[in-house]
């Protein structure tokens, strides 16, 4: 069989540009599918950590920040309240935070903080009754809240107190203290919220 006639450039040509098009529609279906595996980034969002910065939170002052879809609160206590933190453990549900699943193992101090005797503490801003959100009450022997009030969380739903800790007292409809979140500090002014990989 003869060749005669054949252009052979135009063939090498049309074969190279078929396999292209045919390379290029590959991956056209190849990448999209792949990515359809990957979470969305509202997904992402949704359970990705979060950076807080607390290098501007005041002595007393709370900062809410959200996480999976959740207020959680970074409060810093004063020297005063961390030292009269023991003087509720008589009359709190769980004073030494043993239900284990409402904080990681380096939170079950009675600071429920990472590092014991420090001012800092995260927690989840949802009673453990029913879900609603306590408000922060910092006040000192409020009318509505008693003379051995020294400050904490109270959950205007169904009146169930928490301390400056997040730990429950007892007659509260709530079962537990207040959830801790997994957390990790970056530096000594910047805390990550839902990721404690890696930390010490």
Known sequence: MSNDGVNTSRRRFLI???SAVGAVGAVGIVV?????????ARAKAAGAPVEVDISKLEIG???TVAWRGQPVWILRRSEQSMKDLPSNDSRLSDPHSEVSSQQPKYAQNEDRSRKS????VVLIGICTHLGCSPTYRPDIAP????????????????GSKFD???RVFKGSPAPTNLVVPPYKYLSN?????GDDKGAA
């Open 117 to 120: 005797h420090q001012n800092i």
């Open 189 to 193: 002014t910047l805390i990550v919220v």
């Open 16 to 18: 190279t540009a078929t």
């Open 61 to 63: 002052a709370l900062l």
């Open 164 to 166: 400056l800790a997040g």
């Open 32 to 40: 999209p599918f792949g990515l359809s595996m990957n979470p969305s």
């Open 143 to 158: 009318a509505d809240l008693g003379d051995d009030w020294d400050g904490g969380f109270f959950c205007p739903c169904h």
